[in-house]
């Protein structure tokens, strides 16, 4: 039977470049995998997660969830939506990572991959995974109001390169 699972890549910026914070435990560049619970929203089970985590610093107020993308994976038959959680900068990172309950990591360039008009590519890694969740955010960010008054200043500028180009000039501007 095929089974749901939550993808979820909590990131921050950490001197001004985005950083994904991850257990202190997990091996490098590993999302958060959350099992699906029946009848409960993906929403709720991944705010909750969050909240779990995050217990003594959790304020949804400032912090923007939302799902990027989903895919299937045939050779465990499972469907994964994923989730970028955009967490505030701030002192409770250098906290947490003092009493060793996160780890940061900065993740550098990041490139999409794509696939062709009728199906995803053919391989996937986490870090084009993230890249189309970063990609995603840009472009929520040009409109969605409730991004837009969450998102922290800083991040326009990180996010500036992932942002959709316009049209150019067709024939030669003079």
Same mark, same amino acid.
């Given at each position: 039977?095929?089974?749901?699972?939550?993808?979820?890549?909590?990131?921050?910026?950490?001197?001004?470049?985005?950083?994904?914070?991850?257990?202190?435990?997990?091996?490098?560049?590993?999302?958060?995998?959350?099992?699906? #619970?029946?009848?409960?929203?993906?929403?709720?089970?991944?705010?909750?997660?969050?909240?779990?985590?995050?217990?003594?610093?959790?304020?949804?107020?400032?912090?923007?969830?939302?799902?990027?993308?989903?895919?299937?994976?045939?050779?465990?038959?499972?469907?994964?939506?994923?989730?970028?959680?955009? =967490?505030?900068? /701030?002192?409770?990172?250098?906290? #947490?990572?003092?009493?060793?309950?996160?780890?940061?990591?900065?993740? /550098?360039?990041?490139?999409?991959?794509? /696939?062709?008009?009728?199906?995803?590519? =053919?391989? =996937?890694?986490?870090?084009?995974?993230?890249?189309?969740?970063?990609?995603? #955010?840009?472009? #929520?960010?040009?409109?969605?109001?409730?991004?837009?008054?969450?998102?922290?200043?800083?991040?326009?500028?990180?996010?500036?390169?992932?942002?959709?180009?316009?049209?150019?000039? =067709?024939?030669?501007?003079?």
């Amino acid at each position: 039977m095929t089974s749901i699972w939550y993808e979820v890549f909590p990131v921050t910026l950490v001197s001004k470049q985005v950083a994904l914070i991850r257990n202190h435990r997990e091996e490098n560049f590993s999302p958060w995998m959350i099992p699906n #619970l029946p009848n409960i929203h993906p929403n709720e089970i991944v705010v909750n997660h969050l909240a779990t985590v995050f217990v003594d610093i959790f304020d949804p107020d400032q912090m923007i969830v939302h799902s990027t993308s989903w895919r299937y994976e045939n050779e465990d038959d499972r469907v994964i939506l994923t989730y970028l959680a955009v =967490l505030p900068q /701030g002192r409770w990172l250098d906290q #947490l990572v003092t009493a060793e309950r996160i780890y940061i990591e900065s993740i /550098g360039k990041l490139e999409t991959q794509f /696939g062709d008009q009728l199906f995803p590519p =053919l391989q =996937l890694d986490q870090h084009n995974v993230l890249a189309h969740a970063l990609d995603h #955010l840009a472009s #929520l960010s040009t409109y969605d109001p409730a991004i837009r008054e969450v998102l922290e200043p800083e991040w326009r500028e990180v996010l500036r390169p992932r942002l959709p180009k316009t049209a150019g000039c =067709l024939q030669r501007c003079t």
